[in-house]
């Protein structure tokens, strides 16, 4: 997909540039982005578990191996890099500045 990040995957990289839009009117307007982050987080949940549970559904605690282990050490690191990923997005997109909303798309881009 041209403009993934290396971190995220595919579905990862659609669901921060789906909030791409929200986060240039926030830019644009009060730059109060807490509720942003807070939803962007509550979602990203939703979408990619990070407990072990969600993650391995169909084994217990003590079945999980190391590589599973590992899995979801990564999938707490990619949340924490979500911030990240939406304040990079310009990059992605190759602006220099954040632009107006009538500067995106309906499609984000």
């Known amino acids: 997909m041209p403009g993934q990040v290396r971190w995220a995957t595919v579905e990862q990289t659609k669901f921060l540039i789906s909030h791409f839009s929200e986060y240039v009117d926030i830019y644009n307007t009060s730059k109060t982005y807490g509720p942003f982050w807070a939803k962007i ?7 990619f578990p990070l407990d072990a549970g969600s993650m391995f559904p169909a084994k217990s605690n003590d079945e999980l191996t190391p590589d599973d ?3 979801v050490g990564i999938a707490i690191k990619k949340l ?10 310009g990059d992605i997109f190759h602006m220099t500045n954040m632009p107006s909303k009538s500067k995106i798309g309906s499609d984000g881009v």
């Open 41 to 47: 987080k509550v979602d990203w949940l939703k979408l």
């Open 69 to 71: 282990e590992m899995a």
């Open 80 to 89: 924490m890099k979500v911030r990240i990923m939406i304040n990079d997005l």
